[in-house]
């Protein structure tokens, strides 16, 4: 199908210190290359700048990874400009990972990194090049418009005319708050893009998330952010990993098998985890049948709904871990950073956020972690979950397994029951309310808190037979 293409105008955001410096280092080397491949344009080289800024956001991290293929689609030689944004230190990049196959990362260098946050502007960018600009049209239409057909009744809200960015003070709050230049970076871009009204959404990836400037968008400046003239507050599924392993677990336990077998065919997008899925629950079931098994199981499942997991396991790690890791204000330890492919320091507030890092980690890291804060929550953690755990992270190269299908599994639940269920029921109810998601939580304007909780809790309920506990965020 050819694409056609209505012109518009197709904004880049870029630092104006770094565009400065970017303008005059392009200048230079066109005197040099005035024809041929090694002269630059303006346009690539700023897209590359603020493709990074905004894949950061969404990954908060200073390091992004970018395909070669979406590169190279747009601009042949691409490799030419990134060695030149290397050798003009304006991008650091981190290596190929030959392990995980991932590919190079980068971040931006800015010039003047120790000028006062408040100097900093933004300039929006509009690409010369009418093809260069049709390329653009088409990468961001034919990701938006995937995103339309599965979840139009969400990214309908998603533009200026419904979501409105109290800015001025959102940017006074920005440069008074203690962040580093990395978080007020982000902080800043987040809110630029939305005061220009660029919106950015997707619904693609192994996740099947719905990702949009929103679900990028800091906590902390959730405040300034409303439904034009309503306040917004939104509904969290508390503890949502554990509650939908939890779910699983339940359906097992209680022969729950048609609903497992929707599971498989309707939550899960690809072939490979929907088949490690199936043959997980062939070695599970079996084994739920044994008495001591679904014991085992049962205590698990109830310690999910009757409890805080997250407080539970900070209180059954030993003296020992925790002298290590507390420190003066919080506790502190080191953790893997996959964007960066090492272990940084990280430090929490409380115990609970803590043991929810490590609850995290026990879902992505592999099953042969020998991290003495892992092995403690294996053991709080009852064997037949292990071992339910381990098997959905087993690798085959063969059969295109790896140890992150497990947590890429329950977020496929997961967003098949917040997108696809029960913010669309919510939608057909209440048409003309504002409806948004983030990934395990439900946005409505106040008013309509009461009505979106009775929806998740009841879907939830019928769903996993299993009573999930909601809980309200006023922004």
Known sequence: MKYIYNEKPIFLLIDNFLFEALEGLIEKNNQLHPKGKFKLKMDFAVYILDTISRKSTQKKSKYVRLKAKYLKDLQGNYNFYIDFLLQSKLLKRLPYNVNTSKCFGYRIIYPKPNLPARKRRFIKYEPLSFTFKKKLAKHFDNRKSTADKSTGHLTKWL????????????????????????????????????????????????????????????????????????????????????????????????????????????????????????????????????????????????????????????????????????????????????NLGYKVKTKFNDLRDYAKRVMLEYMYCSPKSSEARYKELRAVFPNTLNEFVDTLKETNIKLGYTKNDFAIILQNIESYVFLDVVSKEFSVKYPNTFVATIHDSLIVPIGFENKVKRLLKNNLFNIFKLNATVKNDVW
């Open 159 to 338: 533009n200026s005319d419904f979501i409105s960015l109290d800015y001025d003070s959102a940017i006074d709050y920005i440069h008074n708050s203690k962040l580093t230049n990395n978080q007020l970076y982000h902080r800043r871009y987040l809110c630029e893009i939305l005061k220009e009204d660029i919106w950015y959404y997707s619904r693609e990836g192994k996740d099947n998330r719905l990702h949009s400037n929103l679900t990028s968008f800091p906590w902390d400046l959730k405040p300034f952010l409303s439904n034009k003239v309503k306040k917004l507050i939104s509904q969290d599924l508390k503890s949502s990993q554990p509650f939908l392993l939890a779910g699983l677990l339940n359906l097992i336990v209680n022969k729950e098998y048609e609903k497992l077998e929707y599971i498989l065919n309707n939550m899960i997008v690809d072939k490979v985890r929907k088949s490690k899925l199936e043959s997980t629950l062939s070695i599970m079931i079996p084994k739920s049948l044994e008495p001591s098994t679904s014991k085992e199981l049962i205590e698990f499942i109830k310690l999910i709904e009757k409890t805080d997991i997250y407080d539970y396991i900070g209180s059954q790690f030993s003296d020992k871990l925790l002298k290590n890791v507390k420190v003066k204000d919080g506790f502190e330890d080191l953790f893997y950073n996959e």
